[in-house]
């Protein structure tokens, strides 16, 4: 295998407390009651429509919220976008391993694919991918294959030739999908699951144990 497809959140940067602090932030601007880490970390993953879905009705906010808390959540998300997150351990000098070895990389994230180049700048690690491929870039997203396909097109490698590089059973859906293997982080946020309890190829601690 010389292509890649590596999520983002989770598997290569510990965005919690940015979406922690958008959402907080959104929720206050409305007038309803804070979340805390460990609800985001069961909630994120499915995309920020899910994201901000499940926060308003863990709060009891009424649907009819919905799109004002949208529109808060989004320049609230903008503003919180990296600052507080952290690159994991490992994480690029994985991704630089594999670049190394001439291995094809590309970033697919249920993100909003603006948030994740933004993030990807951010922590310096946009260098490594050809392409970056957010929630908003196709007709569906993860668990769904259709993301991993078309990333998969556009490296021109065939998914069963190309590794998924994930943290979360929605990965692992869309690489069997697909016909991709897979490998899942251990230290991710998988809807606070146990990840080793998911359908996968195998298990890392830190993206730099993956051979080339």
């Not at 999520?7 to 958008?22: I, K, Q, R, S």
């Not at 009424?62 to 320049?75: D, F, I, L, N, V």
């Amino acid at each position: 295998m010389k292509a890649a497809l590596v999520d983002l959140d989770g598997t290569l940067v510990d965005t919690l407390p940015d979406f922690l602090a958008a959402l907080n932030a959104t929720l206050a601007e409305l007038g309803w009651g804070a979340v805390d880490h460990g609800f985001v970390a069961r909630t994120v993953g499915k995309g920020s429509e899910h994201l901000l879905r499940s926060t308003l009705a863990h709060v009891g906010a009424p649907e009819t919220e919905y799109q004002r808390a949208w529109a808060a959540y989004q320049r609230h998300y903008r503003a919180a976008n990296g600052r507080a997150a952290t690159v994991y351990p490992g994480a690029a000098e994985g991704l630089q391993r594999l670049a190394d070895a001439g291995w094809l990389l590309a970033c697919v994230t249920n993100k909003p694919t603006d948030f994740a180049r933004t993030l990807l700048d951010a922590t310096g690690l946009a260098r490594f991918f050809a392409f970056t491929f957010g929630g908003d870039a196709f007709a569906r997203r993860k668990p769904d294959p259709l993301p991993l396909l078309e990333a998969c097109r556009a490296l021109g490698s065939v998914p069963s030739r190309t590794l998924m590089i994930g943290d979360s059973s929605n990965d692992a859906a869309a690489a069997r999908a697909a016909g991709c293997p897979v490998l899942l982080a251990t230290y991710g946020y998988n809807h606070g699951e146990p990840v080793r309890a998911v359908d996968a190829d195998g298990f890392f601690a830190r993206l730099d144990e993956i051979s080339c």
